[in-house]
């Protein structure tokens, strides 16, 4: 076997980065992204492999966004945020609640101190 490279793939769905370990075992390729354990992948060439792990990762974060909308569909309809709902909706009235930009330029100027 070869050195274990690292190679590094955008995500332009999301923004994330995700980092690819690939490495030559005999004639082929083989690789898996490092944050998602479910995506390993084996081809013929390094560039064929960086192609089916790019595609991979992004089937597999496809049906992980399908998932949790999904999931988040179900606990609306079961009644599991109702509270949270309330929750928020009291805090809303009460005032308690800002604009968001104005909270994330503050944040961001609090953290550049």
């Given at each position: ?77 079961a009644g599991k ?33």
């Amino acid at each position: 076997m070869y050195h274990i490279q690292t190679v590094k793939i955008h995500d332009v769905e999301d923004g994330e980065i995700y980092t690819a370990k690939i490495q030559k075992n005999g004639k082929r390729w083989m690789g898996w992204i490092q944050e998602h354990p479910k995506v390993k992948c084996e081809a013929d060439t390094q560039d064929a492999l960086l192609e089916t792990l790019e595609n991979t990762l992004y089937q597999v974060l496809e049906a992980d966004r399908q998932a949790w909308d999904k999931q988040l569909e179900e606990d609306v309809k079961a009644g599991k945020l109702n509270s949270t709902l309330e929750r928020v909706s009291a805090d809303f009235h009460a005032g308690k609640c800002g604009d968001l930009a104005i909270f994330l330029s503050q944040n961001a100027a609090e953290k550049r101190m």
